[in-house]
């Protein structure tokens, strides 16, 4: 696997289309994916490859001064499982710590609504992530907004 930083707008653009168009189950509203996309091409993002194919990415953007977020993450669904997530994820720890952040956030759908994002919550989980709040209409009321926080002093 390889991981690495793409700095390319009209690449990163591209990565996150082909990996998002292929993860309907939980980008399936096209407008948010078309905004992911769009927004991709202006964040820090990070790509991952097995055998020569683009197998995933995430992006980071600042949400504070001392705050990075993970806007948005992807992994091709036959890369689920292989260490693809958790190596982005590191990756872009990283440079968060490098770039001077205190924190990372991420947001998800509150455990327990849908069974894809009871994976994803424990898939945060896992890396360390912890509860800090849920807003309930943020979304809207089937989607209600898990934010999830990890000091990165201790990562």
Request: charged share 25%.
């Amino acid at each position: 696997m390889r991981v690495e930083q793409v700095t390319d707008p009209g690449q990163k653009s591209a990565l996150a289309r082909l990996i998002l168009e292929g993860l309907t189950d939980w980008f399936a509203v096209p407008e948010s994916r078309e905004q992911y996309i769009r927004e991709a091409a202006e964040q820090m993002l990070f790509a991952a490859w097995l055998d020569g194919v683009p197998a995933g990415f995430l992006c980071l953007k600042e949400t504070g001064r001392a705050t990075a977020e993970i806007a948005v993450m992807g992994v091709q669904k036959a890369c689920h499982r292989r260490g693809v997530g958790r190596a982005l994820f590191a990756a872009a720890r990283q440079a968060a710590r490098d770039a001077g952040y205190a924190f990372l956030q991420v947001k998800t759908v509150q455990m327990g609504r849908y069974p894809d994002y009871d994976k994803t919550n424990l898939f945060y989980q896992s890396l360390g992530f912890q509860e800090f709040e849920v807003f309930p209409s943020l979304w809207d009321e089937q989607n209600p907004c898990q934010v999830y926080v990890m000091s990165l002093a201790d990562a």
